[in-house]
């Protein structure tokens, strides 16, 4: 950046004003794009793609932001260091969205045609899809845009389709009737990931299905209507109540057909009856039965949840409808036994949460999981892959060591097209990297599979595809595989591991090698945030409001890796507040360094106290910040900044600072600029990965800085800077400071009265104080400062204290204006034998003690003890005031 010939650094910071400029030119300078050194390791992060649909919420801004400090951090230590950025075509979603927009023209996707509804979903994306990356923008990401990837673009379909038929090739992927999660609400498959479990109060209902020889089974079911599809009912083998009914049948109520009885391991003595219903098409435990015992599988319901032909005259209603009807009918014709209050959890749509999954039996494509599995557990078990925080490996390792193959087509037209073509003529299927129009058995005209892949399929193989895979580019040789993966912890199943069996398959080595958790976004009360709650947070309303740094801050400071964050209006208005601290410390350093050119930190010799200190712990708190950032512990290192700016510089040094600023030597002059001007420069380093937009902002105005802070070099640890001994004597000099405050404080002495102090240092610590002369002056309230041998006798009338540096003395007379404190106490003390003279009437009152509720007459009591407290301090106080007159 351009240095600034004269001071024109504004009162104020105006986010609003500066934000947009500094994006801009960072993007323009090329400051995002990784600086390629094949003798240096790379550090590499892929962004987990948003939605084309979506728009920046705060768990978008929460999932970019330990990425983004990460990357910045990396950028200045000189690390060839690259952020893949990009968005995810998001089939569900999107298809949604279109199809919305086409319902309002009085259309349905299958008016206009496959072709037709894909350009119009191309059309829609063109419009909307960029609407996240500009947004992410305002956030301050410092991705590289000129490598901005989509899930559907050119390069990431072949890396698709690539793996696709590779693993159909090798038997792992497969097409076959299974028992699936259906969503009536989207009409597609969804995987075990995709289905969110909640738990709802329901009914059990208990049936009598009439048996052989009057001997009735009863069985008992959440899903009565589901009964319609009904082919036999199960018994345990080694039950001696069935056992002579095994392979007889009983009366199907309703429907009135007989249907056998059939033994199986499957059915629990202890349950109920042991007896269950067996219901194949809607039940995947029961189609496994069906499967082992030749059972007819009847479907009772159609792909919109309604349902269908083979309900009988149930066909048309809703699954609740049908429910009602079977349950009336049960009832009149006396098969209902008994209905019981249930609690369970069901399946619900991660897309559409009000919709219940249903367990479908249909054609769909499957991918092998176990092979796929057994080498992602293992670079798990073996630490080539860390988790941070750990916990999430057991969250992962459950997941993957009971893993079910993944169904991975889904009945929607926007997204990856399943390469497989059906030859109607000879009845061949080809799955085939190029698309085919002829069968290459017998030559006829073949057809291409109509569903597409789960979003997920392609979102997999990102940490890879995005760098050009499965060609062998330079960027994929180079940055693969990743450095880091960062993402929610909710996450896991749909993506990390999907990425990690992915990459192991493809490329034969795992994707990324540390697996970074953030937890999720919750309000000021730890609430989950939701519409229906309306406590929301926009992150756009808040940037323009009080800056991205604000906002960036409020989200990272004090949160451990994998902890939910909570988020308030007031927490980000508490940060505001802190970047408002630095800039206007930052202004009143740089104001005193005008025409300054810095050359280096003096001698150790020309150095105060105070210089030293703060080399100290700025050496101190560049280590700890560095060994927090390496090891991702990124809300624990903005604590260690926070108390860095705010305390350590702000509130101590630059007070100190004015010692030297304000004196009349310009060495000292000189020397303390030095120090100033090392040290902020130093502190809005480590402070650009988290507020990027201020530190480099003031950055522009420092003397002597070159180029950008973006790219400026990470601070490092300087030994020669770090005077350990001075630093605990400067400690043993504030410590003194506090007390005094701390004395004044409890005696309500006004700000501008000044007092002799005067110490009795202990042994060694006599030059300490007698350097600190005029902090204590500044600092503490001293008109002057007095240091007596320990020896000498204390001086009298005196308020007093010790600490481990000495022994502190006030003279009470100098302190405050002895009438009129005598005066404040007498007020104050007829106040409180007002309130005790109240209290003790009420509570000598038979008439409140019988009548009054018991935490009033406790709150009482407890008034009375506080202000008896008080009543006996105030009049030690006046006393020691009368004996100063």
Partial sequence: MEQQTEFTMEKVFAPNQVEKRIYDMWENSGAFKPVIDPSKKPFTIVMPPPNITGQLHVGHALDELPQD????????????????????????????????????????????GREAFLQRTWEWKKEYGGRIVRQLRKLGVSCDWSRERFTMDEGLSKAVRETFVRLYEKGLIYRGKRMINWCPACKSALSDAEVEYVEQQSSLWHIRY?????????????????????????????????????????????????IPIVADDYAEMEFGTGAVKMTPAHDPNDYEVALRHNLEIICVLAEDGRMNENAGRFQG?????????????????????????????????????????????????????KPLAEPAIEVVKNKELTFVPERFEKTYLQWMENIRDWCISRQLWWGHRIPAFYCDACGEMTVSREDITTCPKCGAPVRQDEDVLDTWFSSALWPFSTLGWPEETEDYKYF?????????????????????????????????????MHGLV?????RKMSKSLGNGIDPIEVIDKYGADALRFSLMMGVSPGSDV?????????????????????????MNMQGFVPKGIPAAERLSLADKWILSEFQSTAREITDNLENFDLGLAATKLYDFVWSTFCDWYIEMAKQGLYGEADEAKNTTREVLCYVLTGMLKLLHPYMPFITEEVYGYLPGAEG?????????????????????????????????????????????????????????????????????????????????????????????????????????????????????????????????????????NQGFVAKAPANLIQQEREKLVTNTQLLEKLKARIAEMESLR
């Fill in 708 to 844: 950008m802070l973006i790219t400026a070099k990470w601070p490092e640890v300087c030994e020669a800077l770090d005077f350990p001994e001075e630093a605990r004597q400067m400690e043993g000099v504030m410590e003194v400071i506090r007390t005094i405050r701390n004395l004044r404080a409890e005696m309500n002495v006004a700000p501008g009265r000044r007092a002799r102090l005067i110490l009795k240092p202990h042994a060694g610590w006599a030059d300490a104080l007698k350097a600190a002369e005029g902090y204590f002056c500044r600092l503490a309230g001293a008109s002057q400062v007095e240091l007596l041998d320990m020896g000498d006798s204390n001086p009298e009338k005196s308020a007093s204290a010790v600490t481990e540096a000495c022994e502190l003395y006030i003279p009470l007379g100098e302190l405050v204006d002895v009438e009129k404190e005598l005066a404040r106490l007498a007020k104050d003390l007829k106040n409180v034998e007002g309130e005790i003279a109240r209290a003790n009437g009420k509570l000598n």
């Fill in 69 to 112: 400090i990460l990357i910045r951090y990396h950028r200045m230590k000189g690390d060839p260091t690259l952020w893949v950025p990009g968005t995810d075509h998001a089939a569900i979603a999107t298809e949604v969205k279109v199809v919305d927009a086409l319902r309002k023209e009085g259309l349905s996707k299958q008016d206009i």
């Fill in 522 to 526: 919750r309000d000021g009360q730890g």
């Fill in 210 to 258: 009439p048996g052989p020889d009057g001997r009735d089974i009863i069985v008992a079911t959440t899903r009565p209507e589901t009964m319609l599809g009904d082919t036999a009912v199960c018994v345990n083998p080694n039950d001696p109540r069935y056992t002579d009914m095994v392979g007889k049948t009983v009366l199907l109520p309703i429907v009135n057909k007989q």
């Fill in 317 to 369: 209603m809703t699954g609740l409808e049908c429910r009602k009807a079977v349950v009336k009918q049960l009832e009149e014709e006396g098969y209902l036994v008994k209905v019981e209050p249930y609690t369970h959890n069901v399946g619900t749509c991660y897309r559409h949460h009000d919709t219940v999954v249903e367990p479908y039996l249909s054609d769909q494509w499957f991918v092998s999981m």
């Fill in 480 to 516: 693969y595989p990743n450095s880091v993966l960062s993402c929610g912890y909710d996450i896991i199943f749909f993506w990390l591991a999907r990425m990690v069996f992915s990459g192991i398959e493809q490329t034969g080595k795992c994707p990324f090698s540390v697996a970074l």
């Fill in 566 to 590: 909570r988020l308030s209006d007031e927490k980000i208005e508490s940060f505001r507040n802190f970047a408002n601290k630095i800039w206007n410390a930052s202004r009143f350093a740089l």
